[in-house]
């Protein structure tokens, strides 16, 4: 037999409702008291994805996804606190007009293979590039110096542009509980995860103050984890549906990049905190061969 004759795969698409929600805090330059927080809530997203997987019969496995969406809502929450900024400040601010990309790809191997069951484990990778924009600007508190009179929403207001690299390890499942019915389930945890980001304040471009352009962000964490399950039913012998539902969550400590990005130049490195969640269900659509 070729070693075509030794592999099954699975190759189709999904259709996911997700939210998500990002986080950053920025500190003083010695890391010692909080200036800001940034809460990016209710990111509405439906992205399209295609996703593939090989089983040789040693128990090796390959799979896979890359996927892209429109994030089409979403409020900003801008909290400044003193003594950075007296008195305190929290605007709220919509969202519209972000995207998400991702791709992951896994290896793994299935330590346990029964006839309606079987368990591996697996070593990856996972990209995701978030892009979310605050457009307009109303202040919720007392500070009179931030968005009053308030900002319309026709006028963008920050972009927050981030790509997140993690390293996976994790265990693969598979459960057929009847003739059909198949229950599949990954539990990855994200050892290393890097984020490259940049935090472009567009009413301060050029402004007495502010910033000569978008400001530089890194980061590094080891806290991530991703998770994943689908329940799908074997229509006919090549073609099967499935419902499923996902989980993933990043988070880094870095620097926010403000020297040589500030009008007037100076600017120092200041400590940042991100932290990411995306989750929600998904329809698919498969092929067997």
Sequence with gaps: ASLLDNITTEFGSRYWWSTGKTVKHLFDPAGTSINSELTY????????????????????????????????????????????????????????????????????????????????????????????????????????????????????????????????????????????????????WLPYTTLSSTDTHWLRINSPGGFTGPVPEDGSGHNGYQLESVLSYQVTPAFSLGLGGRYWYMETSGKSHFEGNTVGGGGVPQPVEFSTSRYGVFAQAAFNF
């Design 41 to 188: 809530s209710g990111l509405a997203a439906q992205p399209v994805e295609l996703f593939a997987r090989a089983d040789h019969a040693s128990g090796v496995f390959l799979k896979g996804d890359i996927g892209t969406g429109a994030v089409t809502r979403g409020n900003l929450k801008d909290e400044d606190f003193p003594p950075f900024i007296t008195p305190y400040s929290d605007t709220s601010s919509g969202q519209k007009d972000g995207s998400i990309t991702y791709g992951t790809a896994d290896v793994g191997y299935d330590f346990l293979r029964k006839p309606n069951y079987k368990l591996g484990t697996f070593v990856g990778y996972n990209y995701y590039h978030a892009n979310v924009n605050a457009d307009g600007c109303i202040q919720m508190a007392g500070n009179l110096a931030n968005c009053v009179p308030a900002i319309p929403d026709s006028i963008q207001g920050i972009t927050e542009d981030a790509v997140w690299q993690s390293a996976r390890l994790g265990i693969s499942g598979e459960f057929t509980p009847a003739d059909r019915w198949k229950l599949t389930g990954d539990v990855a």
